[in-house]
């Protein structure tokens, strides 16, 4: 007799496994299928995020940031390095131990939880009698398990690039973005988005001669226009990328031993770029392919996504999707709280999510996070405000750390002085945007946040200072 669930979970990243682990903590029956295989052929779980996107990623991020500092920081401090030294494998090394440890762990979760983890690829067959039929395949092998319900955390892969085949040795994405084996000496990036600048100062603080190929008009076109300028000339001038804005691809030819790209600039000059590695990232489509037996269909946006309603329900009965395979943002965050609200949902509670309050966070250095609405969006809706605005660089805590660059933006409503949205571009964004997020979520004022005691020195008193300007009340600005 095949294995019977209450709740079965389609993929194991972070939509999916914190689906399967909420879905069990309040009693129901769990399972989940999940076909991804780590590089040496084991099953692993995490998906995209933790094996291969948003954990590796962060930690050759600190690595080759550790390495800026210790060539060009630490003098300030007083430190001499001599004979400093990069070891690529000792980075990868490390990155592959993070990844494991984490990935393990979801692992330990399950169990805990009491999640049957079955690896292999999920295809919903058909359903009987009240219970979804679902085959899990690993090679030769085999089963068909049986739910009440499916939840559909499926994820996305690298979409599809017209001018060149990905094969990770020359042509890499994301994956073989993060096993290049040695410094490039020169690389190229199609795609200045957030894959984009993150691999790219990675390799460009290590020594690489770094230049990011964009073909939208405008440089960072999610963030605030005043945040995306500041991106652009801390990145172009004191880090050193090439970044063209507003390119058209040509050509991409591969030989033995380097990739050549004809494009053309926003003027229409035709250009001619050699690299030795050429990394791809030009966006990210849901991973639907072998999910449904022939017959049965699922409805689905014009772009691609699983069509669902505002709690997660698609157009089949008692059939779920959440994270990057269904609408809004492709964020892991976004995918765990949706995850977590369906199975809460399925066992009859009413969760909510405010998708206005979802963090955004760019990981380079420095880091860029906002939540809410820009300053461009405000104007072109007419909604009136008011803004605060205030630089890191008289900032004790920041003169302390050395990073000087950037600033916090507080947009609130010119009527109410309700917050509507917080940028900041600086040293730990990544952490300070989650008291904009707290601030949002209880609809707090900037006043709220200005009569708020914040620690000195820190880097939080620019929020503060931003907080306080939307009145034009700031004391050191």
Known sequence: MSQQFD???IGAGPGGYVAAIRAAQLGLKTGCVDEFKNKVGEASLGGTCLNVGCIPSKALLESSENYERAEHKFAAHGITVSGLKFDV???????DGIVTKLTQGIAYLFKKNKVASLHGHGKILGRENDLWQVEVSDGEKKEVVQSRHVILATGSRPRNFAHAEIDNKLILDNTGALEIPEIPKRLGVIGAGVIGLEMGSVWKRLGSDVTLLEAAPVFLMAADEAVAREANRIFTRDLGLKIQIGITIQSVKASKKDVKVVWTDAE??????????LIVCVGRQPNIDGLLADGLELRMTERGFVDTNAFGQTSLPNIWAVGDVAPGPMLAHKASEEGSAVAERIAGQQPHLDFECIPWVIYTSPEIAWVGKTEQALKAEGIAYKKGQFPFSPNGRALG?????GFVKMLACAKTDRILGVHIIGPFASELIAEAVVAM?????SDDIARIIHAHPSLSEAIHEAALGCEKR????
């Open 7 to 9: 709740v079965l979970v």
């Open 89 to 95: 494998g000792q980075m990868l090394a490390r990155k």
């Open 268 to 277: 229409g000059k035709e250009n001619t770029s050699v690299f030795d590695k």
């Open 401 to 405: 750390l050395g990073e000087l660059g």
């Open 441 to 445: 979520e209880f609809k707090a004022s």
């Open 474 to 477: 700031g004391v050191h600005s």
